[in-house]
């Protein structure tokens, strides 16, 4: 099992700019895919976007899509969200995770991914 840690999460009026970033604590961290996902209060948990670790293909949800920018630092074990143009919409615990699991597709779905963060508090607000 990894452990993840996430970080980077706060404030920001609408229009603003989050980078969040998600640490792998592994001798060696080789997962398939690294996905975002984001849970607001009374709703289920979300896709945003995932990574394959080692193409760098990506994929946004279309709520986010040219907004959002996933990237990873693989000699860091680091996975990052860079958050452009931020909505009130966006507010909501954001989660990372990795899926462990060699596929031919990625997964969009919690039930894919084998560990995760904590989760890190986004909010935006004027």
């Known amino acids: 099992q990894v452990q993840l840690v996430e970080s980077g999460g706060g404030w920001v009026q609408p229009g603003g700019a989050l980078r969040l970033s998600c640490a792998a604590s592994a001798r060696t961290f080789r997962p398939f895919a690294m996905g975002w996902f984001r849970q607001a209060p009374g709703k289920e948990r979300e896709w945003v976007a995932v990574?394959?670790?080692?193409?760098?293909?990506?994929y946004y949800a279309a709520s986010v899509k040219d907004r959002f920018t996933i990237s990873r630092d693989n000699a860091k074990n680091t996975m990052y969200l860079q958050m452009d143009s931020l909505k009130p919409e966006d507010t909501a615990v954001y989660y990372c995770?990795?899926?462990?699991?060699?596929?031919?597709?990625?997964?969009?779905?919690?039930?894919?991914?084998?560990?995760w963060g904590q989760g890190t508090q986004v909010t935006v607000s004027s």
């Open positions: 995770a990795a899926d462990q699991t060699e596929r031919l597709r990625v997964g969009t779905l919690p039930n894919y991914y084998d560990d």
């Open positions: 990574i394959r670790w080692s193409g760098g293909s990506s």
